[in-house]
């Protein structure tokens, strides 16, 4: 039997080493994603299609034409990701049924590269939630403790990954989505700069926010993965036109004189101490790789939540105006007229947190209110970037605790959305900026995993990745294994 946990760069050597097929790897990840259905990680599994995908792998190898580390590979998609001739739900009932005739542009590059696509992960519907509960077909479980959350919204791709079931795997963040779970999970997951991935092809929630991200449990997986989907794109106009580097190339490099700097604002009232006190290992073992650790300040960043509770709704309300009952999913039955059809095909549709995102959302634009509560989150934004930008003359990146503690009990937020909105206070600035995200796995507090974040200047992914890979060498991740039971995956 194959330990479910080989990471990428390890599967990636198998494979080339002819010492599995990518028909093993991926059998044994479909055999993993039943034996362990009750984590409830995949809305849908594509069976057939990736046994095709990774035959045709096998074959591609076999002729001395392999396309690189992660052709055979299987990996996990979140269900926001527009994939043809496969359900995309954004796990919400107004999309049920719903099958796209294309594919975006980050899963076509993914396929490209010859990975194999398993199957559609579960999320918070239209990626709004940090827990997953709020996804139609029910809540993800944590597979740390079933009885927690695994964060979210990306906690179907982020379970699939930290369970063993695949490698890696795609979330999409608009202010802290991938890094969040990742974080509750043991895993890495990175936000790219805005505009470093094509957003074609992932259904919008707040289009100046939202960024695909990858999820991975190696540092070299994930370097492979943001090289594949990188890049400008035609098909969306915010996608940047600066080159890709080669994300694998400078992972050795280390950190000695590296400047890290320490924002004081996130390390105040609200953090846990013993997330506190893993974060503070991470920072030592930093230090003992030879950088430099710099007490810096963010003063705008604790405004961070409010502003983004009023710019996502904001473009939500907007954005969530195409799920009409016209063009996509189900329609409301006999409308009277055109208003009955919109009205009750979108409140039989959309659950309570996305009704509470297009209401707040319309009334923040809505005569009167604009300038208010849109315009000043708007300038706030610019503040939070300013302070970036001052901390980024000083410091090179920035370490931070990726959540205020460890993953929360199932239903423990659910009905209290202020709560679960703190979730992502030392993320949503990132997203507000622009700028790139990782977050690391830090350790664990009370048998439950917690994350540290490293922040970026912009478009400096392979910083983050280097420093990344400088704590994989000094910290014990390799060790960070769920006892998921019932998790067989006989290859
Ligand atoms: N938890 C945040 C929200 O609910 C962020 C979600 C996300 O990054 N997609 O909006």
């Known amino acids: 039997m194959m330990d479910p946990f080989l990471d990428t760069g390890a599967l990636a050597r198998l494979l080339a080493a002819g010492e599995a097929t990518s028909r093993d790897l991926t059998r044994a990840a ?23 995908s990774a035959a045709e792998s096998d074959r591609r190898r076999s002729r001395g034409e392999a ?36 594919d975006g542009t980050a899963v076509s590059r993914l396929k490209a590269a010859g990975a194999v696509v398993l199957g559609k992960t579960n999320l918070d519907e239209f990626a709004m939630g940090s827990s997953t509960e709020n996804s139609a077909f ?16 990306s906690g179907g791709s982020v379970a699939a990954v930290a369970a063993g079931i695949v490698p890696l795997a795609l979330g999409s963040e608009t202010g ?73 190339a400078g992972l050795d490099a280390g950190v000695a004189g590296l400047r890290v700097g320490l924002p004081r604002e996130y390390f105040a009232e609200g953090l846990d101490p013993a ?40 473009e939500a309300s907007s954005n969530l105006a195409r799920f009409d009952g016209v063009r996509y999913g189900p329609r409301a039955r006999d409308p009277v007229d055109l208003e009955d059809l919109y009205v009750r095909t979108r409140s039989e549709g959309f659950g309570d947190e996305v009704k509470r995102r297009i209401v707040l959302g319309t009334f923040v634009l809505s005569a009167g209110y604009q300038e208010a509560y849109y315009l000043k989150a708007m300038a706030v934004r610019r503040a939070i ?21 460890p993953a929360f009990p199932i239903g423990e937020r659910a009905g209290d959305p202020l709560a679960m909105y703190l979730s992502d206070v030392y993320t949503v600035s990132v997203n507000l900026a622009g700028l ?27 910083t983050l990745l280097r420093v990344a890979a400088a704590l994989e060498r000094a910290m014990p991740w390799r060790d960070l294994r769920p006892d998921v039971a019932g998790g067989g995956g006989a290859a």
Request: some cysteine.
């Open 436 to 462: 790139p995200g990782i977050s690391v796995p830090a350790g664990l507090v009370d048998g439950l995993p917690v994350g540290a974040q490293l922040i970026g200047r912009a478009f400096e992914e392979a």
């Open 67 to 102: 396309r690189g580390p992660l052709d055979g590979v299987p990996v996990a998609l979140k269900d926001n990701l527009v994939t043809r001739g496969l359900p995309t739900t954004c796990a919400s009932r107004i999309l049920a049924g719903w099958i796209p005739p294309y």
């Open 275 to 314: 997330t506190r006190a893993r974060v503070e290992t991470v920072a030592e073992a930093l230090r003992d790789a030879g950088a430099t650790l710099v007490d810096v300040s963010l003063p705008s960043s604790p405004l961070g939540i409010a502003a983004y509770y009023v710019i996502a709704p904001a």
């Open 176 to 248: 802290g989505s991938v890094r969040q779970p990742a974080a509750l999970c043991g895993v890495l997951g990175l936000k790219p700069t805005y505009g470093r991935i094509s957003r074609s092809g992932l259904v919008a929630f707040a289009s100046s926010l939202d960024q695909i991200g990858p999820i991975s449990r190696d540092v070299e997986g994930m370097a492979w993965v943001l090289g594949a989907i990188a890049g400008p794109d035609p098909l969306d106009s915010t996608s940047a036109p600066a080159a890709v580097p080669d994300y694998a």
């Open 30 to 52: 479909l055999h993993r994603a039943e034996a362990l259905s009750h984590l409830a990680a995949f809305l849908h599994l594509d069976p057939e299609g990736a046994m095709d």
């Open 138 to 153: 029910g809540p993800t479980r944590n597979p740390w403790d079933t009885g927690r959350v695994p964060g979210g919204s």
């Open 385 to 405: 970037s300013a302070d970036f930008e001052a901390a980024f003359s000083r410091v090179d990146v920035l370490l931070t605790p990726t959540t205020p503690g």
